[in-house]
């Protein structure tokens, strides 16, 4: 890890790039090259590449907690849609991970393809609250959900059109007008709230950093 951090302080030093991140790192690597980094003078690295999403959500929400309250670290996010996933393009539609081409969602969406008709019944009732209460389109609400986690600095969008693209760029004055009682909606439908640290003097989980930012 040292060699890294004095690698990529090399190319600073040189003038060759400004600043460095890191991606698909743990939140142990990422604190190792930070306390590196704090004793030897050096450069941190600022921002970590992740997958988060709706049905991905362990990593950010849980395993980088401590990182979020010790350390400023962004994070840019990409799956947003989970390949494709949350735009509802898989509703109703059978998948066999072993087929060539759905390699790559038994890659990166196991979650999903391990649980596929739940998942389903799920993404069905989300398209209706996005369709219905917000007048916009699942992949849009899918979207919105990750711009309002505070700890999120940038979500990553990609298309071959440019419809979807100005659909995306829509979410920044989208997701500043969802009502809280459709976000508590949309928890209780996703029901994967990340694994939770537990106050033992009184007895309770505590709420994870997006619920207690959201007020949800």
Known sequence: MEEVVRAVNFLIDKGMVFYWGTSQWSADRIKQAH???A?????KPIVEQTQYNMIEREKIEYEFRDLFKNNKLGISVWGALYNGILSGNYIDKEIDPKLPENRILNLFCHIYVNNQKNWNEKIKKLKKIAEEKLKCTLAQLAICWILLNPDISSCLIAS????RIEDGIEC?????????EVLKEIEEILDNKPQRDFDYDNFKFVPTRREMALGV
């Open 39 to 43: 004793k030897t003078n050096l450069i």
């Open 35 to 37: 306390e590196i980094c």
């Open 160 to 163: 071959n059109t440019l419809k």
């Open 172 to 180: 920044i004055e989208i997701y500043k007008k969802i009502p809280k």
